[in-house]
């Protein structure tokens, strides 16, 4: 038993496991939010979708304060920064996907599939050092301080 649960364990401290189990998570979560509301409730598909993305911003920033980064304080700021390099990374996201397809001739599927993997790794480093900080010391506080 102790074989089988050594690499568990392992894959559970780790950080960017955990961060990936979450986006997997709330993309399925978004799904069926967007569904039932647009199928059962019968609201506009885009307005369930945002509706739907809404709560997910709120879901995947408490499971990377609580379940990722185990990190306590600075809430309010924290999310605010959180929800900032979120509307970053969505127009980046949105802005190289165009690029990739249109621009250098990329399979659509494909260039999602590459800035979304490009960007995954991207958004785990700049929220753990940015946002999820233990003590809270951004590169914008470092730089302020003159450290």
């Known amino acids: 038993m102790t074989a089988v649960s050594s690499p568990i364990k392992r894959l559970y401290r780790n950080k960017f496991v955990r961060f990936g189990a979450a986006g997997v998570f709330t993309y399925f979560l978004n799904i069926g939010i967007t569904f039932l509301l647009t199928e059962i409730v019968g609201l506009y598909y885009l307005y369930s979708y945002i509706i739907?993305?809404?709560?997910?911003?709120?879901?995947?920033?408490?499971?990377?304060?609580?379940?990722?980064?185990?990190?306590?304080?600075?809430?309010?700021?924290?999310?605010?920064?959180?929800?900032?390099?979120?509307?970053?990374?969505?127009?980046?996201?949105?802005?190289?996907?165009?690029?990739?397809?249109?621009?250098?001739?990329?399979?659509?599927?494909?260039?999602?599939?590459?800035?979304?993997?490009?960007?995954?790794?991207v958004k785990y480093f700049t929220y753990k050092n940015l946002v999820f900080h233990k003590e809270d010391a951004s590169v914008f506080t470092k730089i302020k301080d003159g450290k």
């Not at 911003?57 to 390099?85: E, M």
């Open 52 to 121: 739907a993305w809404s709560i997910i911003i709120i879901i995947n920033f408490i499971l990377n304060l609580r379940f990722i980064f185990s990190v306590k304080g600075y809430t309010a700021r924290r999310f605010i920064k959180y929800v900032l390099f979120w509307a970053v990374f969505t127009v980046t996201n949105i802005y190289l996907v165009k690029l990739f397809t249109e621009v250098l001739g990329l399979y659509y599927l494909l260039s999602i599939t590459t800035i979304t993997g490009v960007l995954f790794v």
